[in-house]
């Protein structure tokens, strides 16, 4: 069973630094596209970015590029998101996804159950 | 604003039929079978509903289609039951360096 399980809800304040995860089960991590998106409270979706695990290989949405770093740990079957300095704006669910298997942009079939970050003073 | 168009919301009655549609422009629907649909619950994760205009993933009911016409692309659901009750979003590639945009969601209310 496919399965993206990613890290818990966490609450930081303005100017902290965090990187959350998602952990790949169930199929070949290395051979689809994991990406991120964003759901600000009570919001729609966002597409932040996207790696490959295979190669690293990373896209961003320029509305988030220099904002958060993408990564991946292939030998742990695990992506990242990180935030070098929060913003209260940050504060929001994320959640991790997988493209499908002809290729990210078709789609995304496997989504984690979220992670919500909370910024606040 | 959201980069491609959806009504805010839409209703139906047990059995009806509704649709969804979902603007865009020539950079992104129009331009690539790329577009995709997410079903969404209250405090629930997005779930996808329909992959490359019209393909269903395995274990989404036949009730749901997608098609899409120009720069616009719509969600079919036939057959309407209580437990459709819930937002969609519907995606798509575009040629822009964004990559991946959203629409800003749809509420769909069963009667």
């Known amino acids: 069973e496919v399965q993206l399980v990613q890290s818990g809800a966490e609450v930081k304040k303005p100017g902290e630094s965090l990187k959350i995860s998602c952990k790949g089960s169930?199929?070949?991590?290395?051979?689809?596209?994991i990406g991120w998106v964003r759901q600000m409270p009570g919001k729609g979706l966002e597409w932040m970015g996207i790696?490959?695990?295979?190669?690293?290989?990373?896209r961003y949405s320029p509305s988030f590029q220099g904002q958060v770093t993408i990564s991946a740990d292939k030998s742990i079957s695990t992506a990242y998101l990180q935030w070098s300095s929060l913003k209260a704006s940050d504060t929001a669910m994320y959640y991790c996804?997988?493209?499908?298997?002809?290729?990210?942009?078709?789609?995304?079939?496997?989504w984690g159950q979220g992670t919500l970050v909370t910024v606040s003073s | 604003q959201s980069a491609l168009t959806q009504p805010a919301s839409v209703s139906g009655s047990p059995g009806q039929s509704i649709t969804i549609s979902c603007t865009g422009t020539?950079?992104?629907?129009?331009?690539?079978?790329?577009v995709s649909w997410y079903q969404q619950h209250p405090g629930k994760a997005p779930k996808l509903m329909i992959y490359?205009?019209?393909n269903r993933p395995s274990g989404v009911s036949n009730r749901f289609s997608g098609s899409k016409s120009g720069n616009t692309a719509s969600l079919t659901i036939s057959g309407l039951q209580a437990e459709d009750e819930a937002d969609y979003y519907c995606?798509?590639?575009?040629?822009?360096?964004?990559?991946?945009?959203f629409g800003g969601g749809t509420k769909l209310t069963v009667l």
């Open positions: 996804v997988r493209g499908i298997s002809s290729g990210w942009y078709g789609g995304f079939d496997y």
């Open positions: 169930g199929y070949s991590f290395t051979s689809y596209w």
């Open positions: 790696i490959y695990p295979g190669d690293s290989d990373t």
């Open positions: 020539s950079s992104d629907v129009g331009g690539y079978n790329y």
């Open positions: 490359e205009v019209s």
């Open positions: 995606s798509s590639y575009t040629s822009s360096s964004t990559y991946v945009v």
